[in-house]
Each structure stands twice: as structure tokens, then as C-alpha cells.
């Protein structure tokens, strides 16, 4: 399911009526969540926008802000979002967990520590890199972008929603070879592999050598992980 049109059915319903802690995205990712929450009748719920107090980017695509507000959804793609998401899951279940708060302090502390690494690595390898822009299927790494000084280019908007005609195609090509990309990574929520593939073989007829250079993957596109969590104590 395209993230972006995920709607909740009777049986999501059901798991919030009974839930303890329900974690979601904000910035206009969930346009259903107060109303579910609200249905839920759950006294016991403690819901956390996982973006609270993250600065958004903005939209700036009036069409775009039209049907999904004015904020980019994708902050957890930033390692230094990532911090203050996890900060604020921690704190949810803390909440709601209130006799087990030591053991998600202790594991947020290590996690926190890893990110920290994360980024420490990054900012070293970036900072000697000599491209620092890149083309993907969904433009979907601006946050990615603003923490590391990196430029994206895409096929799809910010909601992985049309496909591109020829010129805008042709633009996005011209792109790549100005500043010599290599690789093409694509979602499998994005419009067919083999479709892409197809425009740039066309739009690269007159230039082989180039052609040859250029790659498209397909990567499967990971929204939530989660591991070692234990059930909450009733």
C-alpha cells in the first residue's frame, strides 16, 4: 500500500479501540489520525506525533500544499529528525509504560548514541564527496538533503504521485549529465522500473556512451522498523 493513500479499515479500528500507544507521523501523512483516535473511544490510548517539534520543510507546489497540506512528510528519512522522533516514542511509552521507564531509557540512550555515530560518519564522507547531488524516483530526502548539504532531483513529487512526460523527462536527463549521475534508484510504489527505463533509453538514443553508464535499481522502500520492543506491562 502507497503510504501516502493508506486509509484505515474496521480492523485497524478494532487495534486502536484496544491499543495502548499509537505512534504516527504527523506533517499531514495521517489526514485521518485525530478523527480515528477520537472514534477509538480508547481512555487509555496515548497517541505521540512522532514529528513534534521537528522543523518542517515546505511545500512549495500549490497543487501539492491544495491536496496535502504544506509540510514534507518525510522526516524520519533524517538522521537528525530521527533523534527527536525517537525521543518523542520514548516518552509515549514511557507514559503508558510508566513501571518498565528504565528499560526505554536505557534503550533510547544506546539508540541515540548510534545515530550520533551515524551522523558523525556522514557528515565525514559528504563533506569529502565531490557530487553532492543525486536523482530518485520520490522526492522523498529533503530532510536527508538540509542535514547534509545535498541536492535531490526526482521522477515523482513529494507524494509519489504522476509520471513524468517527455520534456520534463528530458530535463530530469540532462540533469543527470551535468552532474554526472550514475545510479537511479527507484521505489517499488514508483511507476514501473521497466516504463523508466524505457523513457531514458528513448531520451538517450543519440547519446550511447552515457547510456551505458546509467544504472536503475529497484530498492524496497522501508517506512517503520521495529525490534526488541517488549509488550507493554498491564
Known amino acids: 500500500v502507497e503510504p501516502h ?3 484505515l479499515k474496521p480492523e485497524n479500528m478494532k487495534q486502536l479501540a484496544t491499543a495502548q500507544v499509537f505512534v504516527y507521523n504527523g506533517f499531514g501523512m495521517e489526514p485521518w489520525a485525530k478523527q480515528a483516535i477520537e472514534a477509538a473511544k480508547n481512555d487509555k490510548l496515548v497517541s505521540v506525533v512522532a514529528t513534534e517539534g521537528v522543523e ?3 511545500n512549495t507546489d ?3 500544499i491544495k491536496e496535502h497540506g504544506a509540510e514534507d512528510p518525510h522526516a524520519w528519512l533524517s538522521l537528525k529528525n530521527a533523534k527527536i522522533e525517537v525521543k518523542n516514542i520514548k516518552d509515549a511509552l ?10 526505554y531509557e536505557k534503550n533510547y540512550t544506546e539508540y541515540v548514541g548510534k545515530l550520533d555515530a551515524m551522523i558523525k560518519k556522514y557528515e565525514e564522507q559528504f563533506a569529502k564527496a565531490p557530487h553532492k547531488n543525486f536523482v530518485t524516483g520520490h522526492a522523498a530526502f529533503a530532510y536527508l538533503c538540509r542535514d547534509f548539504g545535498l541536492e535531490q532531483n526526482s521522477v515523482e513529487d513529494v507524494f509519489a504521485e504522476g509520471e ?3 520534456a520534463q523527462l528530458a530535463k530530469l536527463i540532462e540533469y543527470v549529465k551535468e552532474n554526472n549521475i550514475t545510479t ?4 517499488t510504489s514508483m511507476m514501473p522500473v521497466a516504463r523508466l527505463s524505457v523513457f531514458v533509453v528513448a531520451l538517450f538514443a543519440n547519446t550511447a556512451a552515457i547510456l551505458a553508464q546509467i544504472k536503475v535499481n529497484t530498492i524496497q522502500r522501508i517506512h517503520t522498523v ?3 520492543i517488549p509488550p507493554i506491562a498491564k
Open 184 to 187: 537511479i534508484p527507484s521505489t
Open 56 to 58: 518542517a520543510i515546505k
Open 94 to 103: 514511557v507514559k503508558a509504560d510508566p513501571a518498565n521507564k528504565d528499560y
Open 5 to 7: 493513500d493508506f486509509e
Open 226 to 228: 521495529t525490534s526488541g
Open 62 to 64: 500549490p497543487e501539492e
Open 164 to 166: 513524468p512526460n517527455a
